[in-house]
T-cell receptor
Framework: EAQVTQNPRYLITVTGKKLTVTCSQN?????MSWYRQDPGLGLRQIYY???????DKGDVPEGYKVSRKEKRNFPLILESPSPNQTSLYFC??????????????FGPGTRLTVT | QKEVEQDPGPLSVPEGAIVSLNCTYS??????FMWYRQYSRKGPELLMY????GNKEDGRFTAQVDKSSKYISLFIRDSQPSDSATYLC????????????FGSGTRLQVQP
């Protein structure tokens, strides 16, 4: 089954304790991205990757890191989480077309609580 | 001011009703206009998209884009309880980093 998977689905942690949220896709997509969803704000892009070893900042990158060493994986790293990073996180992936529309497929989400 | 504004609802309608969902936006660079559906505890799923202005129909769903007014709509005919979900409008430019700019979502409840 074609899908984007995220782990863990739920995480409660304390301020300052480093954590990693994994994202993996089995559709051979070049493009991957992380979003966070907060009430009243919709989804906002954190980081994105156009292909392996190519990453760049989105709209809200502060406090986050990413890496793209393999095509299928795009982990999100919080080196020192703070309570304002409590949110619902989504990973998404798509093909990189030369033109035209591309559908982004979303994972099931990771609900993170930082106390 | 947010780039995309969407009424959060909630919107409650009886089964069979016609539902109208709307978004306004401010960025003239947006060329692709999408509607995503998000069920509780799930990720967003693309419902339909439109390129530039115009209408697009898919079964019971019709998407409309009016770029001159910076206004997009999604109509759901003969609404069903299974349509109960949060509907997110999303937009993007045709080039660049492919980021989707989302509205905050409208929660829809279709009563049987």
């Amino acid at each position: 089954e074609a899908q984007v998977t995220q782990n863990p689905r739920y995480l409660i942690t304390v301020t300052g304790k480093k954590l990693t949220v994994t994202c993996s896709q089995n559709m051979n997509h070049e493009y991957m991205s992380w979003y966070r969803q907060d009430p009243g704000l919709g989804l906002r892009q954190i980081y994105y990757s156009m292909n392996v070893e190519v990453t760049d900042k989105g709209d809200v990158p502060e406090g986050y890191k990413v890496s793209r060493k393999e095509k299928r994986n795009f982990p999100l790293i919080l080196e020192s989480p703070s309570p304002n990073q409590t949110s619902l996180y989504f990973c998404a992936s798509s093909f990189t077309s030369t033109g035209g529309f591309y559908e982004q497929y979303f994972g099931p989400g990771t609900r993170l609580t930082v106390t | 001011q947010k780039e995309v504004e969407q009424d959060p609802g909630p919107l409650s309608v009886p089964e069979g009703a016609i539902v109208s969902l709307n978004c306004t936006y401010s960025n003239s660079a947006f060329q692709y206009f999408m509607w995503y559906r998000q069920y509780s505890r799930k990720g967003p799923e693309l419902l339909m998209y439109t390129y530039s202005s115009g209408n697009k129909e898919d079964g019971r769903f019709t998407a409309q884009v009016d770029k001159s007014s910076k206004y997009i709509s999604l109509f759901i005919r003969d609404s069903q309880p299974s349509d109960s979900a949060t509907y997110l409008c999303a937009m993007s430019a045709a080039t660049g980093r492919r980021a989707l700019t989302f509205g905050s979502g409208t929660r829809l409840q279709v009563q049987p």
